[in-house]
């Protein structure tokens, strides 16, 4: 009996032989449902790339937005700060701003008189045109002139400054963010703003001031020499119509948005250059976003000081 229970628990039966084994059953292989991790895995198509990446961009953008603009706004009053107490103190670094104001007006000035002289002969052709129809050539110097003035001459210095010192000042200071100087800089207890923003901030002001006279000069005279030796005009009548009309308080707002609008090329490019990140392509970025944002700024805040100089200072007559 106990023989009979041994064979049954090793698989044996009564008359000596192997049980054979149990059939297993077949397991049917499992469909792949839209839900399984499979289904997951599988690469996303060209649509659903898009898709995720215009949702991400309109989640991020206002923020990051808002973000920028905020920490310019207060790297300018900042550095302002720190403009006035150096001055005051006698602390402010004259070296680098010599060095700074140098180096900007060697990479804007030439670009900068190359693009007043078909600017001044641009202007002085429409104007020409239109004083021809409507029977006032007489006034063709006037409104040549005061275009060049009140318009070209600090939107040119402007952005000459912008595509040319803008993007080296944020090639510059990024290059130093990627190398960890700036950090450096931070640890060993020196203020960034002061040492690296405050001269460039004020080289910036200084030069564009002073690109924005000589574009004044070249525009000006440009657009004389066209209109007397191309269009035939009078000299006399071209000079003394620019005098008529011309006041001291156009010459002002031209200087109130030279200064303006080095300060704005200056603190963008600063601020997006301290905000570098992701090695040499992100210094490539910033480079890139530091021209797009400081022409799409100067353009806004060159709307509002027209409007406001208009509001404030109308002309009842000529």
């Not at 032989?17 to 792949?32: K, Q």
């Not at 210095?157 to 912008?162: E, H, R």
């Not at 690296?196 to 901030?201: A, E, M």
Request: net charge neutral; charged share 10%; glycine share 10%.
């Amino acid at each position: 009996m106990s023989t009979v229970n041994s064979d049954i628990r090793m698989g044996v039966g009564p008359h000596g032989e192997a049980d054979a084994p149990p059939a297993l059953a077949a397991v049917p292989d499992p469909v792949e449902s839209p839900s399984s991790p499979e289904a997951a895995a599988r690469p996303p198509t060209a649509t659903d790339e898009i898709a995720g990446w215009m949702g991400g961009y309109v989640r991020r953008h206002p923020r990051a937005s808002l973000e920028t603009v905020g920490g310019q706004f207060v790297l300018g009053i900042r550095a302002f700060q720190h403009l006035i107490v150096d001055l005051l103190t006698l602390r402010f670094p004259v070296k680098e701003f010599v060095r700074q104001a140098t180096f900007m007006a060697s990479a804007s000035a030439l670009p900068t008189i190359f693009v007043a002289i078909p600017i001044g002969m641009t202007l002085s052709i429409q104007f020409a045109l239109l004083a021809g129809q409507v029977g006032a050539t007489s006034l063709a110097g006037a409104a040549s002139g005061l275009a060049v003035i009140r318009q070209g001459a600090p939107m040119v210095a402007a952005l000459l400054m912008a595509s040319a010192a803008g993007s080296a000042i944020c090639a510059d200071l990024g290059s130093r963010k990627i190398r960890d100087e700036i950090d450096a800089m931070e640890v060993m207890g020196l203020s960034v703003i002061r040492r690296l923003v405050v001269p460039r901030v004020a080289a910036a002001i200084l030069v564009s001031t002073a690109l924005t006279g000589i574009v004044c000069f070249v525009g000006f005279l440009s657009g004389y020499l066209f209109n007397t030796f191309v269009q035939n005009g009078t000299p006399g009548t071209f000079v003394t119509t620019f005098a008529s009309f011309a006041t001291l308080s156009d010459f002002y707002l031209t200087i109130v948005k030279s200064i303006v609008f080095g300060a704005i090329v200056a603190i963008v490019a600063c601020q997006k250059g301290l905000a570098t990140r992701g090695g040499p392509a992100g210094v490539a970025n910033s480079v890139n976003a530091t021209v797009v944002a400081s022409i799409i700024l100067l353009m806004l805040v060159n709307v509002g000081f027209t409007q406001m100089y208009v509001m404030l200072f109308p002309r009842t007559g000529f």
